[in-house]
Structure formats: C-alpha cells, structure tokens
C-alpha cells in the first residue's frame, strides 16, 4: 500500500492539529522509510517477480524488522519516545505510536502473505487485495480521498504555497502510484531501492506544506459578548 499510509497521516492531522503533517507521514510511512536501508545494509531481502501479484511485481522475501508488528511497534515507541521528549505531549506521542502500527494494518490487507507478527517463526499474514487491480485503486483510491479531505478541512492555507503546494503534492502522489500501479515492472533491485528513499523527500514536503497551513477551525463570533 501507498496512498492509504498518507491517507492516515492527512486523516490524524485532525486529531493532533499541533503535529505537523511531516511528522505524520514520518509515522506513517516509517516501515517503508527504514526499509530500503535495511535492504542496503543485508538485513533484509526482497525480489522482482512480474505478475506475483497484479498490483506489484516486489516478492518481500525476508523484512521482519521494517514489517513485522513486533517490528512496528518497536520504531512506533521509538517515535512516540522521540516526540514525547522533544515536545512533552503525551497524548501526540501514542497518537504517533498508532499510526506507526496503522502500517501494518493496511499492508495487511494489500500484500500477499508476508507480514508476520513478530521477528522469527511466525506465520505470514496479508490477505492479497494486490491480486486485485481494480479492488486495490477502489479500497486505496477511497482511503486517500477521505484522508485528504478530513485534512483539507482541518487545516486552511495561510498563503499561496500552503494551498498550491497541497494540490501539487496530492497530483504527485497520485500520478506516482498510477505509475507505480500501471507502469514496467522496475529494473533492478537498486532502482527499487532508492525510489523508496526518495519517500524522505515526501515527509520534508510535509513539513514544508503544513508550515504553510494553519489550524481550520475558524474563529466562533460570539453574540452578546
Ligand atoms: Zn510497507
């Protein structure tokens, strides 16, 4: 899944308006920003097999630390401990935490069987949306609209950039996953790889948009007072 972890970064902007929309896509995406450099460094394995599912060609072989929940919940806390002690605020810490773990939810249900519960001998899970292409661009496509909405409506641009920015960045996502969805199976390993570090570029236009955004809730005019 792609769109649906952003989905939930703009979506939870609601619910901690004082963190920024880079800190969540940060939470979000987590997994698969420490993934390739796992990849990198042998931890863990995949490989390009065209038509393993109708979405993706990537067979994850091996990614326990980046995808499993145990593995989740440890980059989560990490997170969580991060902002609690940069920032103090508690409750926006386990919100952080929460859509962290949110990851492996939505992989759950795009990927094949691959994702396990804890770091070694457990069974794989995923109930395989990706065999759909149509199912996956419903479920996904629906996810991210929803979530682009509630963050539209919770926060409102202060300037240009704050507004014209956010439609951009909404058209880039999109037309990287059409791309990703429709487009040749990648070349090679390495190519995969530094697409997926790319996605830190992603979570510093986060930070860049949300700076230019503020909260959405207007301010109530109070009669009689
Ligand atoms: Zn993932």
Same mark, same amino acid.
């Given at each position: 899944?792609?769109?649906?972890? !952003?989905? *939930?970064?703009?979506?939870?902007? %609601?619910?901690?308006?004082?963190?920024?929309?880079?800190?969540?896509? #940060?939470?979000?995406?987590?997994?698969?920003?420490?993934? @390739?450099?796992? +990849?990198?460094?042998?931890?863990?394995?995949?490989?390009?097999?065209?038509?393993?599912?109708?979405?993706?060609?990537?067979?994850?072989? %091996?990614?326990?630390?980046?995808? /499993?929940?145990?593995?989740?919940? =440890? $980059?989560?806390?990490?997170?969580? &401990?991060?902002?609690? +002690? #940069?920032?103090?605020?508690?409750?926006?810490? !386990?919100?952080?935490?929460? *859509? *962290?773990?949110?990851? $492996?939810?939505?992989?759950?249900?795009?990927?094949?069987?691959?994702?396990? #519960?804890?770091?070694?001998?457990?069974? @794989?899970?995923? #109930?395989?949306?990706?065999?759909?292409?149509?199912?996956?661009?419903?479920?996904?496509?629906? &996810?991210?609209?929803?979530?682009?909405?509630?963050?539209?409506?919770?926060?409102? @641009?202060?300037? %240009?950039?704050?507004?014209?920015?956010?439609?951009?960045?909404?058209? !880039?996502?999109?037309?990287?996953?059409?791309?990703?969805?429709?487009? @040749?199976p990648p070349p090679s390993i390495s190519a995969v790889v530094?697409?997926?570090?790319? +996605?830190?570029?992603?979570? =510093?236009?986060?930070?860049?948009?949300? =700076?230019?955004?503020? /909260?959405?809730?207007?301010?109530?005019?109070?009669?009689?007072?």
């Open positions: 899944m792609f769109l649906g972890h !952003f989905a *939930v970064a703009f979506a939870a902007k %609601r619910a901690v308006p004082e963190v920024s929309l880079g800190t969540l896509f #940060l939470a979000a995406q987590l997994a698969d920003l420490v993934w @390739p450099t796992l +990849v990198l460094l042998g931890f863990e394995h995949f490989a390009i097999r065209p038509g393993i599912t109708a979405v993706t060609p990537l067979e994850f072989i %091996r990614y326990p630390y980046s995808h /499993s929940l145990l593995g989740m919940a =440890a $980059w989560g806390a990490l997170l969580g &401990i991060a902002y609690l +002690v #940069l920032r103090r605020k508690a409750g926006a810490a !386990f919100l952080l935490f929460l *859509v *962290v773990l949110s990851h $492996w939810l939505l992989d759950f249900v795009t990927h094949r069987p691959d994702l396990r #519960l804890v770091i070694a001998g457990s069974e @794989p899970y995923g #109930l395989g949306l990706w065999h759909s292409r149509i199912g996956t661009l419903l479920v996904e496509g629906l &996810i991210f609209a929803v979530g682009v909405w509630i963050y539209v409506r919770a926060t409102r @641009p202060l300037d %240009r950039i704050g507004r014209l920015a956010l439609i951009a960045l909404v058209a !880039f996502l999109v037309l990287i996953y059409l791309g990703s969805v429709f487009g @040749p530094w697409n997926a570090q790319a +996605v830190w570029l992603l979570v =510093a236009c986060g930070y860049w948009i949300d =700076a230019h955004r503020g /909260s959405g809730l207007r301010p109530r005019i109070m009669i009689g007072s």
